[in-house]
């Protein structure tokens, strides 16, 4: 074993077979590392914004917001697309003529490593002329949201009307511009409010690519309790004084108003004044009746009517009521 030690070509192969034995370890390992790197996958990104290329002075519909992007290529290259996102996807509109084309989807910032798919491929879009129009705005309300016994007298919407901006085709199909007021139940007083104003077609659909101007306005809500005006009828209860004779009754106020839920107030067709025909003197043939509110209903306006009596007074018969009165005193 010393002998062999000793012998030069005994090192000298016992070298060499190491020194291969370290290469070949050496390229296992950079082979492992380059069949990682050289690896391929596949991912989809989705939603990524689109950019559009166009003349500010036109107007283009049909482009989708986003769209998804499939990539292939080495992992490291992949993911770093992704990480990053510093790519652009875009269609460029600004040497195409008004009217409908198809254009395809490109992207712009991405590996020349990498397969790209852009889905959509293509987009079909119209370029048409920018208009404006003003319109006037049709203010409303969900009357399910005033309470019982309440409704709607009034909608006023400040400004009145709103510059609408869009496609000449969108422009033309415009029926309505609402502001619609929306809250919680049970409204029992007038109040204002802000509401977004909204364009839609003839069958109540929203154009979208429509630009407000402005997009918010203020809506005024007059609420009022319900009320219907009847005729008055008056009925005469007791009896008159002694020498007089009432032979009927007027009052200035023909109509009084009723305030209360509806299903009450529109069950009434009059309103009976209630006057005492003893209250009449041969001094005085005006009464001033206080009128109570019908079983069910809120309020009546007026609170009062004046009831003046067609009296006629027999003073022979008031005398002896006078010469009482005169002893009474006397006494």
Not at 121 to 135: H, L
Request: hydrophobic share 40%.
């Amino acid at each position: 074993m010393d002998k062999m030690m000793d012998n030069r070509w005994f090192l000298r192969s016992t070298a060499l077979l190491l020194a291969c034995l370290l290469f070949f370890s050496v390229k296992a390992d950079d082979n492992t590392s380059g069949s990682t790197d050289t690896s391929r996958v596949s991912e989809v990104i989705e939603d990524v914004e689109l950019e559009v290329y166009h003349d500010n002075t036109l107007m283009v519909s049909g482009i989708p917001k986003t769209v998804d992007l499939h990539l292939t290529g080495p992992v490291s290259i992949v993911q770093t697309a992704r990480q990053l996102e510093d790519f652009t996807l875009f269609v460029d509109l600004r040497n195409l003529p008004m009217g409908e084309h198809q254009v395809p989807i490109q992207t712009e910032n991405l590996s020349e490593q990498l397969n790209v798919r852009v889905d959509p491929a293509f987009v079909n879009v119209v370029i048409e002329e920018r208009v404006s129009q003003e319109f006037r705005i049709d203010p409303e309300i969900n009357e399910r949201m005033l309470a019982d016994g309440f409704i709607l007298d009034s909608v006023e919407v400040e400004p009145k009307t709103v510059i609408v901006t869009g496609p000449k085709s969108m422009i033309d199909a415009i029926s309505f511009v609402k502001a619609t007021v929306s809250g919680e139940q049970g409204v029992k007083e007038s109040f204002t409010t802000a509401a977004s104003v909204r364009v839609l077609a003839e069958d109540l659909t929203k154009l979208e690519s429509a630009k407000i101007e402005p997009e918010e306005v203020e809506v005024s809500v007059k609420v009022v309790e319900y009320s219907k005006v009847v005729p008055v009828r008056i009925e005469a209860t007791g009896k008159a004084g002694a020498g007089i004779t009432i032979n009927g009754w007027t009052t200035p106020t023909e109509e009084i108003r009723i305030f209360g839920p509806e299903t009450v107030v529109d069950e009434l067709t009059e309103y009976v004044v209630n006057v005492d025909a003893a209250s009449v003197t041969a001094e005085d043939a005006t009464v001033e009746v206080d009128l109570e509110i019908p079983a069910g209903a809120s309020a009546v306006s007026p609170g009062q009517v004046t009831v003046e009596a067609q009296a006629i007074i027999d003073e022979s018969a008031q005398l002896p009521i006078a010469e009482e009165d005169a002893k009474v005193a006397r006494d």
